[in-house]
Each structure stands twice: as C-alpha cells, then as structure tokens.
C-alpha cells in the first residue's frame, strides 16, 4: 500500500496567504486546482523528474513546466550553461550572437521557418502571427478551432479550451464584441466546417490557426488528412495556414507535428521547449512573409526582453540535448507504456476511458470516445477525473490538474517512475 498521509500543511498556509495578495492566489488559473478540487500544493524545488513541496514531499512530475522540461527539470548541462551567461549579464536589450545561434537552430529543424523571431511568451507570438496573418493577406477574419488555446489576447478568447474551459468561462469578460467578430470556430477534425466557412466569407479569412495536436482540450489527435486538408483548402482561398507549436514544437518530433505528419503550413509560433524553462516565444514562417516584420518591413512588434541571453543559452543547450541519438525513442518508448498502461488498467478496474500518445505527450479522458474535438472531450467524467488527480496526488505523482489539459514526459522519466506510476494508478481506479 503506498502512503496516503502526506501532509501539506505549509501549501496550505502559503495558498491561503497568496489568496489575499494576488487574484485567486496564483499567477495562472489552471494553478488553483478548481477543477479537480482540494488546495493545490506550493513547490519548492525540481530537480530530474520530480518536484518537491514545501512540506518535503516527493512527487513523479508529469507536468514538467507545462512542457519545457523535456530533459527533466534543472538539467545540469542547462544549469551550467546558465551560470557562465549569468556571468556576462541577464539582459541586454540588443543584438547578442545566441539569438543567432538559437534562430539557426530553429530554422534547421523545424520545416515551415525560413526566418524566425524571438518573443516572450507563445501568448506574444500568437498575438504577432495574427497581425501579420493579416497584413500579409489585406483580409481581417481567421479561423480557429474549439477547443484549441493560442493565448489570452482578446481576439482568441473564443472557445478556446484549456484554463478557460477548466474554470467554465465560455470566452471572458472584458473581450469587446469588436475583438472577436473576426473570429470564426469550427470543431476540430471537421474539414466540411472549414470549407463551409470559407464559402461564407469569400475573400474575407485571412488563415487557419490550430494546434496541429490539441493539448488545452486534453491531447486530441488530428484525424487522418485532416491537416492535409487544411492545407489544400487554404491555399485554394489564398489563405495562409499557422500551426501553434508552442506544446507540439520540439515535443513530438524535434520539427514538431509538420515534421511528423508531414504537412508543411505558412506560419509558426513556438514557445516552451525553445527556452529549456525559461520564458520565451518564437514565430517563424516563409520569408516573404516574415519580411513584413519591422524593421525589415511595416509590421510593428517589438519587445525589450526578446531575445534575452538567458532564454537563448537554456534553449541552445536544450535543442543540443534533444539531437542526440536515441532521445526520442526513448521518449516514445516510455510514454506509450505510460498511456497504455493506463488505459489498461482503468479498462481492468471498470472505468470508461480513452487517450493515447505521440513521444513525449499523452492524454487521458474519462469517457468511452473516441474524442475527436473539444465537444467529445466535454463528455468526460470531470467529478471522476477530480478524485483520480487527487488520489495521484495524495500517492506521490503530480499530473496536471484539469481533464482538459494534456500531460508530458521526460528524458529523465525512467522504467522505474512508469512502473510506479502504474502501480498508483491501478490503487487509485481500485478505489473509485
């Protein structure tokens, strides 16, 4: 029987006091634990594959920062790097040879880029990409998918999954009719919806934007020429095609979902992995279109801290890991007993489930599926996810808390994490 009395009484101390200096106590909604219910515990220290509280307890981390952690949490080679440019400054607000560096990278690796620029956040460059998207086409009106999270500016707070459906917020107060009238939605995997929007606003849609691998809906698969298809119908209106590769990029594959299924789009934003766990955002895409980009062209985007040293030197050095042999069958490797593991013993344990995963990012429902799109993915069992993240939890294994979030592996997961994971897994369905 694995110990079920772990104590969190500094969490708790330290939530109740976060609650009266700062908006529900977090800096993140889906950080509150309202959807899975009880206190969410306050972290101390990472380190490999596990978090530590600030009551000393040991948690097996599949959150890994949202996603950046994908050589596990503070690896020595990342923290090393780190030091020798912390020595020469944090910030410069001006051209450094990393951004070259890390700019060569991207473009090598990921299909779509012929030319890049560094922001701060995947909420940052989504916002960019949507105003080039734009200028480039002369047409107002994009459309995106329920379900899909490109950040909270106000012109995608439109059906858009993740800490927006966690909290049950359709789309948010304080988004003006006027941001949003130019957005249009369709479930994903449904081309005939796409085609239908596109005859009913000719020459009006300046692109498509999605996550080419849902993951603020839960992890939910493009269905076969799906992608395919978004790719022909765009270029059929004269419209320009963006995957959000803020969760997918470098995850999946080291070129991201375009490198594994082979669809190739106009445009790109990437986030997470890129900065090895410090903040940072790119986008990149055709070079006649990055062009328009100030001061090269009259796009304006600008920021003081793109670029910063720190974010390019723990992204070079992430992205060097990433390209040595055998790191991304290993992350596939362990990631599929993971998610099999799972779905198998919630099938043994009585439990209506589905999920699945693709390298180092996996997902879980507590329904009969197959999901599809955003509104299969509400049929879910939310009450029974709840006391699954709390048994986790309270067994030593960290998962995000909401059904509508997907989860992430490491290079630093071993055999031995999976195994008891499984082992807390197959308990905790036991006693649902």
């Not at 934007?209 to 603020?216: D, H, S, Y």
């Not at 799972?342 to 995963?357: D, R, S």
């Not at 390298?359 to 029974?384: I, Q, R, W």
Request: glycine content about 12%; overall charge negative; proline content about 5%.
């Amino acid at each position: 029987m694995v110990n079920t009395t772990i104590k969190t009484t500094k969490s708790q101390e330290i939530f109740a006091a976060a609650q009266n200096l700062m908006p529900g106590g977090v800096s993140s909604p889906v950080r509150a634990f309202k959807s899975v219910g009880g206190q969410p515990i306050v972290f101390d220290r990472v380190k490999d594959a596990y978090i530590w509280d600030v009551d000393g307890n040991q948690y097996i981390d599949y959150v890994g920062t949202w996603g950046p952690a994908i050589c596990g949490h503070a690896h020595p080679e990342v923290i090393a790097a780190l030091h020798e440019a912390l020595e020469k400054g944090t910030s410069f607000g001006a051209p450094s040879v990393l951004e070259n560096v890390l700019a060569e990278m991207v473009i090598d690796a990921v299909p779509s880029i012929e030319m890049v620029r560094f922001v701060n956040s995947g909420t940052e460059a989504c916002m960019a990409v949507l105003r080039l998207m734009r200028a480039f086409t002369n047409r107002e009106k994009i459309i995106k998918f329920e379900g899909c999270y490109h950040g909270h500016a106000d012109m995608f707070l439109v059906k858009a999954g993740s800490g927006v459906a966690t909290l049950g917020l359709p789309d948010s107060p304080g988004v003006p009719k006027s941001a949003t009238m130019n957005t249009l939605t369709a479930p994903y995997n449904d081309l005939e919806a796409v085609k239908a929007l596109f005859a009913e606003n000719p020459d009006e849609i300046a692109g498509v934007i999605l996550e080419p691998v849902v993951g603020n809906a839960g992890f939910i698969t493009p269905d076969a020429g799906f992608l395919e298809g978004l790719r022909e119908i765009t270029r059929e209106h004269g419209a320009l095609l963006v995957f959000d590769e803020v969760m997918t990029g470098f995850r999946i594959a080291y070129g991201g979902a375009q490198e594994k299924f082979g669809v190739t789009p106009d445009l790109t934003t990437l986030g997470k992995v890129i900065g090895g766990g410090l903040p940072v955002g790119a986008y990149g895409g055709r070079r006649d279109i990055m062009s328009m980009i100030a001061p090269a062209g009259p796009v304006y985007q600008a920021g003081t801290l793109s670029g910063n040293p720190l974010a390019m030197t723990a992204g070079i050095k992430t992205l060097e890991l990433l390209q040595r042999p055998g790191t991304y069958e290993y992350l596939d490797k362990i990631t599929q007993k993971l998610a099999d593991g799972l779905l198998q013993i919630a099938q043994e344990t009585g439990h209506p489930a589905c999920g699945g995963h693709i390298s180092a990012m996996f997902g879980l429902f507590f329904t009969c599926g197959p999901v599809h799109n955003y509104e299969d993915a509400k049929k879910s069992d939310m009450a029974k996810f709840g006391r699954f993240h709390r048994g986790m939890l309270e067994r030593g294994v960290y998962l995000a808390p909401s059904q509508f979030e997907a989860g992430f592996t490491s290079l630093a997961h071993s055999e031995a994490d999976i195994d008891q994971t499984l082992a807390v897994a197959r308990e905790v369905l036991s006693s649902l």
